[in-house]
């Protein structure tokens, strides 16, 4: 990569002045150092909040050491991977510290995965254990047959809170929601079993490194295959203090509050909210079920909150939920949106409203996942990404992973401490994502273009991968799942423009059978897929548009769908045009 234009690193004009070029990537020997030096000096700060119940860093430390004492127990090991899947629970936090702590991996899954995806990432990470809570304990049950899981733990969604609330929420969800389905786990153990066994047992700690494997955070990547980026106490550690260094500023240590919605199981909040503020010796407010948008305005009314990370669709949502324009946000300082574009429209009400700027943060799960942020200086919105953060290259390469000129767009790369060490069981797939002399490299398959000043833009994405809400969707697994319907004969996912999701699912197809109907197709996803998954819009079609090698052109039914709906908008604006007139 001769003649470098990025090399001088132009985006260094416009850094705050009090963030750091580099991070010292020696502050930490691991996560656990970090969470060990916090729990130490904070302890008798509040670390978590959930459903009015809070947890103290004391209380937490003690928690996870319990459940990291479980595991030794049972004799897990140094390196066995354990899957949590739950929501924004007290539960989360004591799982996850308590299995670093042990010296093994976390395996974070989504709870509303079906048998198929659940059993695929169980399965390929190898995992020994399962943290559950039990409103999803079915579809594990249905999973446990083809993984190769020995120790199921399962909870439930009061078990960690307040007395008599706990007790009160289990029996709502359990007899009167009917949030729980019937499942039969014989062997399984409750949280709080574990907690109270390992309360009695031995906790040895376990010398851990930066280098050392902390979490396998599943994504389709950047080649649209399901796959665990192997993310380091390195990585992690790096990117946790990269973005302290970049918003420290306006942070205070021991003294802040984070509203956390979404997932700790989502990279976004395991870093941003969990791990920054937990070095911080901050609070985290978490929201179980952020969906119910009146239960959440309720929450924000209650407490005096610092900050708050979400996705453009969260902020959406907010802002259109009566009550939410009423809130104090005088305490507030800082709003950041990633996992998808945020939108002017949004960012400018969300200012109006709140009186704080909307930041942008971009980023991959393969790098921790902050690569370029706003400056924390930016009052209004630019439509740019921003800068990379400490310690942290960009460069906008072409097919060749050639740097192109600055201002000429091309595929953004990423540098750092924070890139993944690659993804896990698949050097194939590593190779094909990383690029540059030392394959240091990561392609991020979006398109991007950097200004004169250094700021970075995203132009289009370079694969056709789907963003919901800020979740990956690849159409070659949702492709896979109706092709192996017997009533299609082919089918191409794509994505559409939708204001609330940022885009959604359509699938184009052809029939085999020809009494398919849509609704059996529905049917059918709701068994297969997650529900950010399934198609919103499905459109059958004599047959799809291919190379002359017979490859399907998604391109040009994307294309086809955006010039059906721009003809579909102007004759209805004929038509209001016509009535206006009478």
């Known amino acids: 990569m001769s003649n470098n234009p990025y090399s001088e690193k132009p985006w260094l004009q416009g850094y705050p002045a009090d963030v750091p070029e580099e991070i010292d990537l020696n502050t930490y020997s691991s996560i656990v150092d970090m969470f060990n030096q916090s729990v130490e000096k904070y302890a008798a700060n509040t670390a978590f909040i959930n459903m009015g119940t809070s947890m103290s860093y004391s209380q937490l430390d003690k928690h996870s050491r319990d459940f990291a004492a479980y595991l030794q127990s049972i004799g897990l090991k140094k390196g066995d991977r354990v899957a949590i899947m739950m929501p924004n629970l007290l539960q989360y936090p004591i799982a996850v510290f308590g299995i670093l702590r042990a010296g093994m991996v976390v395996i974070n899954t989504n709870p509303l995965y079906t048998v198929r995806e659940l059993s695929h990432q169980l399965s390929d990470a190898g995992a020994s254990a399962v943290v559950i809570v039990e409103n999803f304990a079915n579809v594990l049950e249905k999973t446990l047959r083809k993984v190769p899981i020995k120790h199921v733990i399962t909870t439930r969604l009061g078990d960690m809170l307040d007395f008599p609330k706990g007790m009160l929420t289990n029996f709502a969800v359990k007899h009167i929601k009917k949030m729980v389905p019937d499942y039969n786990l014989p062997d399984s153990i409750s949280f709080k079993s574990v907690l109270k066994k390992g309360s009695a047992s031995t906790f040895t700690p376990e010398d851990i490194s930066l280098d050392e494997l902390a979490f396998l955070q599943y994504t389709g990547g950047t080649t649209g295959v399901a ?71 309720k929450e924000l009314s209650n407490i005096k909150f610092t900050g708050i990370t979400g996705v453009n669709t969260l902020f959406n949502g907010l802002l259109n939920t009566p009550g939410f324009s009423d809130i104090d946000f005088s305490s507030m300082k800082l709003s950041l949106g990633g996992g998808m574009a945020v939108q002017r429209a949004v960012a400018e009400h969300w200012k109006e409203v709140t009186g704080v700027p909307l930041l942008e943060a971009y980023g991959l799960t393969e790098t921790s996942p902050a690569a370029v942020f706003s400056p924390t200086t930016q009052t209004e919105f630019t439509g740019a990404i921003g800068l990379p953060i400490s310690s942290t290259e960009a460069m906008v390469i072409d097919d060749e992973c050639q740097p192109v000129a600055l201002g000429e767009p091309g595929e953004l790369c990423i540098r750092g401490p924070q890139v993944m060490q690659g993804y896990w069981q698949l050097p194939s797939a590593t190779a094909d994502t990383m690029c540059g002399e030392n394959d240091d490299w990561l392609r991020t398959g979006d398109v991007a273009k950097m200004d004169e000043n250094g700021y970075f833009f995203i132009v289009d994405r370079k694969k056709d991968m789907i963003l919901v809400s800020g979740f990956n969707v690849y159409p070659n697994e949702i492709e896979d799942v109706f092709a192996a319907h017997p009533g299609v004969l082919e089918v191409a996912a794509i994505g559409i423009p939708d204001e609330k999701s940022g885009e959604i699912v359509k699938i184009c197809v052809v029939k085999k059978t020809p009494s398919l109907v849509a609704d059996d197709l529905r049917a059918h996803a709701k068994e297969q897929l997650t529900g950010y998954k399934r198609p919103k819009i499905i459109e059958f079609f004599d047959e799809l548009p291919k190379t002359n090698v017979g490859k399907i052109l998604r391109r040009e039914l994307r294309e086809m769908a955006l010039a059906a709906d721009t003809a579909k908008e102007k004759i209805k604006d004929k038509l209001k045009d016509t009535i206006d007139k009478i």
């Open 227 to 297: 796959k665990g980026a192997m993310l380091s106490h390195g990585n992690l550690v790096a990117n946790m203090l990269q973005s302290t260094a970049w918003l420290g500023g306006m942070l205070e240590p021991g003294k802040e509050t984070i509203v956390t919605a979404l997932p700790l199981y989502h990279i976004f909040a395991l870093t941003a909210n969990c791990l920054m503020f937990v070095n911080l010796g901050g609070t985290n407010l978490l929201i179980t079920n952020p969906r119910d948008m009146p239960g959440f305005v």
